[in-house]
């Protein structure tokens, strides 16, 4: 409440406008979602100012489509607002589950090139493809020269085959796993999908949902990731 004697001849409305105009930014910067009146309906208003993701995917889960259904409606009614989209990835958490990804698509590529230098029949989807067992051994070294530029340490063929393959796939997760460049594009992902969502199905203009710079995070392991929303009008 504004405070004040207006009979006081000391009084002046300017410093009260003012911290009345700063306690108004204040409050729409800690809680913009729930802020902007009559936006976002119901006690939800408050986690819709971010979209979960599972470890090192940017695939959009029933939930995440739920809120973002939710958001898009609201975004209709104000149609002065725009939405800010900041993809976020984490080492830890994103890591390994993305190089597992990573290392069957590399995998899936490497067999393609086999089977077209064979002349062989190819599925129309890449997806679709499988990599026989018999073949992993020779295309995960191949992948392990040309990912860590380098050959397989010769110590390693003294193991057993079993476990000179652990060693070599190990090794090439552990790489994908730390690549910066793959986790960026991770986030860059995140966020292409919540916009490609909000502009196909939410029927939202593509003018009204910017894409932020990606934040790459030092997290703990199990912590969950989740790609940041903003409001601005």
């Known amino acids: 409440p504004i405070e004040g004697d207006l009979n006081n001849p000391t009084f002046s ?30 006690d939800s208003s408050e986690n819709l100012d971010s ?12 939930a995440g489509v739920s809120k973002l259904k939710t958001l898009s409606s609201a ?14 990835s984490a080492r830890h958490t994103d890591g390994e589950p993305m190089a597992q990804q990573s290392l069957m698509t590399e995998l899936r590529k490497a067999y393609k090139r086999v089977l ?4 062989k029949k190819l599925p129309a989807d ?33 193991l057993p085959a079993t476990k000179r393959d652990a060693q070599i796939q190990a090794a090439v997760v552990d790489h994908l796993g730390e690549s910066e460049r793959r986790l960026r594009q991770l986030a860059r992902d995140r966020a292409a999908a919540i916009k490609g969502w909000l502009v196909e ?4 203009p593509d003018q009204r949902i ?8 030092d997290d703990k392991s199990g912590e969950s990731i989740t790609t940041a929303l903003y409001l601005s009008g």
């Open 13 to 42: 409305i300017g410093p009260v406008i003012w911290k009345t105009l700063r306690n108004l930014v204040v409050r729409v910067v800690k809680s913009p979602f729930s802020f902007v009146g009559g936006l976002i309906k119901g």
């Open 116 to 119: 077209q230098q064979q002349g």
């Open 51 to 62: 979209i979960a993701f599972a470890p090192g995917s940017s695939e959009l889960s029933a």
């Open 75 to 88: 975004l209709k009614e104000r149609p002065r607002l725009r939405l800010e989209v900041e993809g976020t």
């Open 201 to 204: 199905s939410g029927g939202l």
């Open 126 to 158: 890449d997806t679709q493809l499988q990599v026989p067992d018999n073949d992993k051994p020779a295309l995960l070294a191949g992948l392990y020269v040309t990912q860590l530029g380098k050959p397989v340490p010769p110590e390693w063929n003294a």
């Open 210 to 217: 910017y894409l932020l710079n990606t934040q790459l995070r």
